[in-house]
Each structure stands twice: as structure tokens, then as C-alpha cells.
T-cell receptor, first 115, second 116 residues
Framework: AQSVTQLDSHVSVSEGTPVLLRCNYS??????LFWYVQHPNKGLQLLLK??????LVKGINGFEAEFKKSETSFHLTKPSAHMSDAAEYFC?????????????FGQGTTLQVKP | EAQVTQNPRYLITVTGKKLTVTCSQN?????MSWYRQDPGLGLRQIYY???????DKGDVPEGYKVSRKEKRNFPLILESPSPNQTSLYFC???????????????FGPGTRLTVL
């Protein structure tokens, strides 16, 4: 069965410092993995996705994530945080082991950026 | 403008009074899905649809119904709402239906439902 664990419910960084949001997944087959961002009182927007091509994926606004099969991880990083990055971030997995359109979301990580 | 619309955006109702939340997309997407968002639980998938007349359960389908009679519409029906269905609901759509899902989900603005 597929599952997603976001290891931190809340991350606080100072503006200009690196961001690391951690995500571990469980999947019995080659998954697709996504990161979505939700700004306060807004809908969700795709940041980036891994779909079995390059393992280092670049997304919007300077974010990137690396798919590590051996560690079953898909951590999200950004070299330098900006105040506008404050939001909630969701790691999402889609498992290809069965013919299912299910998407599993992590519990979310709230990123706080301090001036 | 390509978008997913939901109506109503806010709804306060009472236990047992049937309600429908509409979802419509104008992108000719095959895949549509409903989620509920609750604090500390992230988003949980309620139902999804791979195409017209094809629907399937997500992780939390109890108490909900859906239908997909047209490609663009995917209403969520609560036949007898209860207070534990108080939540923020999102509809989403994406292009295709290969497995695993690889396409970007486009989300609606959300519907905040309160059941008293």
C-alpha cells in the first residue's frame, strides 16, 4: 500500500537561509511524486513532480527535489528562503502498482519564514 | 481562462439536510477528484473519476456520493450530512488517466462546509 510521511509538521527558517522539507514515501512500485504548495486561503498549486525521468527535479520559484529510491525519500529544498515562501507544503504519491487513480497526500508541512 | 470552479464557496447547513457541491472544469480533463482538508491530516481523497460514468472510491468515501454524467462536471453529494463532515473541500482535475497519475492536478478554490 502506498503512503506518504512528511517528517516535520512545522519548519521555521530565516529569510535568505536554506529550506529543507522532508518527505518519505512507501510504494510497492515505481511511483510518481509531487510537491504542492498552498498559500493562506488559497487553493493548491504544483511546485514540481517526479515521473521516472531525472531524479533531480527542478520546480517553480527556485525549489527542487531529489528522488532517492534507496532511501524512499523525496525531500524539497531551496537554497535561499523568501518571505513569499511562507505556506503549507504537501508531498503527494501516486502508486503505479495497480490500476488506481488514487493520490495520497502527506499531512503537510507549514513553512514559516522569519525576516 | 482555464479553471476549476466550485459552488458554493461557503455553506452552513444542519445535520441531515441533503446538499450538493458542484465542481466544473473547462479544460476537457478526463480525471477529476474530490478531497477534504482537515487540520493535521492534510488532504484526503474522497472519490475520483477517470472519465464519464467511471468513478471510484478514495480513502474516505463514507457519507459521500458522486456522479460523472458529463466530462466537465463532478458534483459531490452529501445525502445526510453530519458534523464530522465539517471540512474544507477541494475539487481537482487533470488531463489524462495513465497509471501512476503523472499529470498536474488543477485545484478549485475550495468550499468551506459547516454542518451544525
Amino acid at each position: 500500500a502506498q503512503s506518504v510521511t512528511q517528517l516535520d509538521s512545522h519548519v521555521s527558517v530565516s529569510e535568505g537561509t536554506p529550506v529543507l522539507l522532508r518527505c518519505n514515501y512507501s510504494s510497492s512500485y515505481s511511483p510518481s511524486l509531487f510537491w504542492y504548495v498552498q498559500h493562506p486561503n488559497k487553493g493548491l498549486q504544483l511546485l514540481l513532480k517526479y515521473t521516472s525521468a531525472a531524479t533531480l527535479v527542478k520546480g517553480i520559484n527556485g525549489f527542487e527535489a531529489e528522488f532517492k529510491k534507496s532511501e524512499t525519500s523525496f525531500h524539497l529544498t531551496k537554497p535561499s528562503a523568501h518571505m513569499s515562501d511562507a505556506a503549507e507544503y504537501f508531498c503527494v504519491v501516486s502508486d503505479g502498482s495497480s490500476n488506481t487513480g488514487k493520490l495520497i497526500f502527506g499531512q503537510g508541512t507549514t513553512l514559516q519564514v522569519k525576516p | 481562462e482555464a479553471q476549476v470552479t466550485q459552488n458554493p464557496r461557503y455553506l452552513i447547513t444542519v445535520t441531515g439536510k441533503k446538499l450538493t457541491v458542484t465542481c466544473s472544469q473547462n479544460m476537457n480533463h478526463e480525471y477529476m477528484s474530490w478531497y477534504r482538508q482537515d487540520p493535521g491530516l492534510g488532504l484526503r481523497q474522497i472519490y475520483y473519476s477517470m472519465n464519464v460514468e467511471v468513478t471510484d472510491k478514495g480513502d474516505v468515501p463514507e457519507g459521500y456520493k458522486v456522479s460523472r454524467k458529463e466530462k466537465r462536471n463532478f458534483p459531490l453529494i452529501l445525502e445526510s450530512p453530519s458534523p464530522n463532515q465539517t471540512s474544507l473541500y477541494f475539487c481537482a482535475s487533470s488531463v489524462g488517466t495513465v497509471f501512476p497519475i503523472t499529470d498536474t492536478q488543477y485545484f478549485g478554490p475550495g468550499t468551506r462546509l459547516t454542518v451544525l
